[in-house]
């Protein structure tokens, strides 16, 4: 386990249920290290959660990480779009590394299974919807056997519990950056992204079904890519699963795949939540490793003699054309 001083130094902003269930996963990181968990109610229930954890906490929202910025290099905005369009300048003219939780789509697009190591010099990735986290990498997958199809579908089926309010108001937002996302990465003329609230009891697990228009296609080679995507994602998702393996039907080509979160803060039936937190701490994760490497290890040097963030190397979004001179310097 890395000790503090070799941690990413992170803050959390945002300090309900996805911002709680970040902090539970970030503390046990061995990656990375809270510096701040950020809102505007100390006396809500996850600040409460985090002061009870030892984490240093703040009302003052965005002011508090840009009074801190020396001590932190990445930060996890889970407020709302609105609020994200707000605070990403403000972290960018201070080489902090935005991780979007929102629908605002100012950053690239991240899904760790099939673009992770393209987003690690970004200084603003967003983690897409936890529809986009749970079917993009199928859809990708099944984009290398049916390249450019015609039309693409997915239907989420989630517990309505697990659905706030956040996620309630932005429904239309979720479900264009979910098509969005899809088509993105597979290259379909047209996508559409289906939600489905369900309000039994006992709560579902969330499942999501991919459906690609095609006429005819290698199942056995779809089967095969599926099957690796999978296990890709299960290095940072431990609950995803193919209940239904690629198969055709009525000119469709379906697989379907179930979530279950790993109940850190959320129930275990809130995967939808819990995916796209993952996938946060993966790109994380990844980041704090790349910025041990060789050039992160020069741009660290660099930035210690100008004196900012002494304990840790500078995010690469931070790159100057002083910075480039430097390191072709050094190599």
């Known amino acids: 386990m890395q000790d503090h001083a070799t941690k990413l130094p992170v803050a959390i902003l945002g300090t309900g249920n996805i911002g709680t269930d970040l902090l539970v996963k970030v503390l046990r990181s061995p990656e990375l290290d809270c510096k701040l968990f950020a809102g505007r109610n100390l006396g809500s229930a996850g600040m409460t959660k985090a002061t009870a954890l030892g984490v240093p906490v703040s009302a003052d929202g965005i002011d508090s990480i840009v009074e801190r ?4 290099a990445l ?3 889970a407020t709302s779009a609105e609020g994200h369009l707000r605070h990403a300048p403000l972290l960018e003219r201070r080489g902090i590394v935005s991780v979007d939780m929102t629908p605002a789509k100012i ?10 190591s393209s ?3 970004d200084s603003n990735v967003n983690m897409v919807t936890c529809g986009g986290q749970a079917a993009i990498p199928i859809a990708h997958a099944l984009a290398q056997v049916v390249p450019h199809a015609e039309y693409m579908e997915t239907v989420s089926n989630i517990a309505a519990r697990s659905a706030g309010p956040a996620t309630r108001l932005n429904l239309d937002e979720y ?4 098509e969005q996302g899809l088509q993105h990465f597979t290259g379909c003329a047209e996508a559409k992204a289906i939600l489905t609230l369900n309000p039994a009891h006992p709560c579902v697990l969330m499942q999501t079904t991919i459906m690609l228009k095609t006429v005819g296609v290698d199942v056995d080679r779809c089967r095969m890519l599926v099957a690796e995507a999978v296990a890709t994602i299960q ?3 431990p609950g995803y699963r193919v209940l239904v393996e690629p198969k055709r039907e009525g000119g469709r080509l379906i ?10 803060y959320l129930p275990r039936y809130a995967g939808n939540l819990d995916i796209i937190n993952c996938a946060a701490i993966a790109f ?12 992160g290890f020069l741009l660290t040097l660099e930035k210690k003699i100008h004196g900012r963030w002494a304990g840790w190397p500078i995010p690469h979004a931070c790159h100057t054309a002083e910075n480039e001179k430097t390191r072709k310097r050094a190599g």
């Open 107 to 116: 950053g690239r697009m991240c899904v760790p299974a099939v673009n992770l």
């Open 235 to 237: 290095k940072y998702v």
């Open 255 to 264: 697989v379907m795949v179930r979530v279950e979160g790993l109940g850190d």
């Open 69 to 72: 910025d020396s001590e932190i």
């Open 175 to 178: 479900l264009r950056t979910t």
């Open 119 to 121: 987003c690690l010099n």
């Open 284 to 295: 994380a994760e990844a980041k704090s490793r790349h910025a041990r490497s060789r050039e």
């Open 75 to 77: 930060v996890f905005d």
